[in-house]
């Protein structure tokens, strides 16, 4: 299985940082076939980051949509309307939960229109700090993971990516605040039992399941080791060119 490199780059940059941002990263990175290099800009940036980008280095993905693809929802943009443009869409990201008040239930109409309009979801399930310290973590890994894939039947499964994000790893700057390699072990094992109980074993070996959560050049790598995990969710270090492009190089030399 290839490894994912995805940078989140939520609201920062504007369209023309963006852009110069873009055009360092393509001149820097050599093509690597069993890397899927993937950036997330802001929406506004999707349209014209999609003519200047090279699809065989990278791709894009959008940070959100909206699950209709047409109609009276002002404001909003369609997975239909980013058909063809992006790649990818982060969808159920835990600051889209916290702040924007996304339920599972929207969360599965995302990743269902992303699928419909030729997408691939990459779905963020995790528990926050206070659910951890009442030992919900797995009922609430549970709960996201089957909500969030509630519309999606076995013809559609393949077509999914997991990122696992606990939500209090997150922008952390705290050591005491990162997420352990075998903390994310045990989830990352959890959820392959939860697929494979609702979909297979061999649809639970196959899907991607990324980790999230405070990723710089000088954990990547211990990361990227974790059993069951197939690559990272990067926030922050994912705006500062060099370290996004350490953790491409590390990825590289640990899938070797
Ligand atoms: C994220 O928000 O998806 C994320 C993982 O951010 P950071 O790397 O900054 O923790």
Redesign the pocket.
Known sequence: MRTYIVG?W?LNFTVGEASIYLHKLLKKMPNYRDIEVVVAPSTIALQPLSLQIDRHKMKLSAQNAFYRDYGAFTGETSFTQLRGIVDYCIIG?S?RRYIFSESDKVVSKKVAAAIRNKITPILCIGETESERAFGETKDVIKDQLIGGLSEIGDDDIDKIIVAY?PVW????TKSSKLAAPDEIADAVKLIREILSEVYGKKVAESVPVLF????NPSNAGAYLTVPGVNGL?????SLILSEFTDIIEIAKRVHA
Do not use: D, Q, R
């Not at 790893?169 to 952390?172: G, K, P, Q, Y």
């Not at 999230?212 to 990723?215: A, F, K, P, Q, T």
């Open positions: 989140n939520k990201h600051e994000e790893a997150i922008s952390s999230g959560g405070s990723v969710l990067i926030g922050g270090s």
